[in-house]
């Protein structure tokens, strides 16, 4: 029978950094909440959790490789909101971040998790931070401890 390997979500003893944006604070906060919850109530240690706060969210691929090549971290988690405004601004920010994220996460071989939110308008937004159709902060740092012990596991 082949090998099956999955991270199981157990965050005792393993390290995260989460990086936030200001820019939409109403939303980022709601979503750095959900995060802190998620990494905490699956066995984080509190002082396991450094938060970065940036500008925007152009700013947070940068402080994501920062973080991933100290190797302090078992994932970094990046979070923040983009909201469509009356130009085609939002889609070159988003599209840029997502990018990335993703580069430093296959650069580094470390999980950087995407919890951004693009949405076309601030009651989507709402929806996504912890409203009805949950907190993808919650989410993504879920999916960061999974990752971080797949990885665990592979070594």
Not at 35 to 48: I, K, P, Q, S, T
Not at 119 to 127: F, K, M, T, V, W
């Amino acid at each position: 029978m082949a090998n099956r390997y999955e991270g199981d979500l157990i965050g005792k003893g393993l390290k995260f950094a989460v990086v936030v944006s200001r820019f939409n604070d109403l939303i980022t906060m709601k979503l750095l909440e959900g995060a802190r919850d998620a990494l905490l109530r699956h066995g984080v240690n509190e002082d396991d959790i450094d938060v970065v706060l940036t500008p925007g969210c152009l700013e947070i691929p940068l402080m994501a490789k920062r973080l991933a090549q100290s190797t302090k971290y078992d994932a970094v988690v990046c979070l923040g909101a983009v909201i469509r405004g009356g130009t085609p601004h939002s889609e070159y920010v988003a599209s840029e971040v997502n990018r990335g994220i993703s580069k430093v996460s296959l650069d580094s071989g470390l999980p950087v998790l995407q919890g951004i939110i693009t949405a076309d308008n601030l009651e989507q937004a709402i929806q996504r931070a912890g409203a009805k159709e949950g907190n993808r902060g919650f989410a993504a740092a879920v999916n960061a401890i999974e990752m971080a012990n797949l990885l665990k596991a592979l070594q």
